[in-house]
């Protein structure tokens, strides 16, 4: 999953959208804000690549607030989460945010102007909660990417993203057996331990 993450996430993240006052349907979100993204990439690349920070705050301005952090560390975590006591559940949400924004935010720098493509999209009906947005990224002589996006409908009325899958392969799946080895071994203190010294070192550990 390393590689995935690493690599292909470089173009999925390109299609989370920017902030917004109104909440659009999840398509064209994804569809709106994928010039925007990559845009800056090619323009400030040279800058991302010698001050991370800015490549960091940018990822956190444009692409993570429209995570569900919480609902994607309760996924993740499963029944450690229902264990878990507050204190807990906040500082795992805010160690695995800030795993994704250096994860992410390395990947970016990888992207090469590859060809993303919208596939069909179904709208969401009137009481649906949960919706995937799918795309394509699209290779010279090489098989095409699937990347999905699975959005949820929360109390507020935004559509969030809960789950990115690549290949057919799920984040939220893939850290969730990561994880759940790593808790039976050493227990949920030292995850998140870990993953706060991980943070600090300022290296992306991805599902390691």
């Avoid at 949400?93 to 935010?105: C, D, G, I, N, P």
């Avoid at 720098?109 to 009481?127: C, F, G, S, T």
């Amino acid at each position: 999953m390393n590689w995935l993450i690493s690599v292909l996430v470089t173009v999925a993240i390109g299609f989370l959208p920017a902030a917004q006052a109104a909440a659009p349907a999840p398509d064209q979100m994804v569809r709106e804000t994928t010039d925007h993204i990559l845009s800056l990439i090619r323009k400030n690349r040279a800058l991302y690549q010698n001050d991370q920070r800015k490549l960091y705050a940018m990822v956190d301005q444009h692409v993570l607030p429209h995570f569900d952090f919480r609902k994607m560390s309760a996924l993740v975590l499963g029944s450690n989460w229902r264990e878990a006591d507050g204190a807990q559940r906040d500082r795992f949400t805010s160690e695995f945010r800030q795993l994704l924004v250096r994860t992410y935010a390395t990947a970016l720098l990888k992207y090469n102007d590859e060809k993303v493509v919208m596939l069909p999209y179904r709208a969401a009906l009137p009481d649906d909660r949960t919706v995937t947005v799918k795309t394509e990224v699209r290779r010279a002589s090489q098989a095409p990417i699937p990347i999905n996006y699975d959005f949820y409908l929360n109390r507020d009325g935004q559509w969030k993203v809960y789950d990115v899958s690549i290949e057919g392969v799920s984040i939220v799946t893939s850290y969730t057996n990561t994880y759940a080895e790593r808790i039976r071994r050493d227990g949920l203190e030292k995850l998140i331990a870990s993953l706060s010294q991980d943070s600090r070192g300022g290296k992306p550990r991805g599902t390691q």
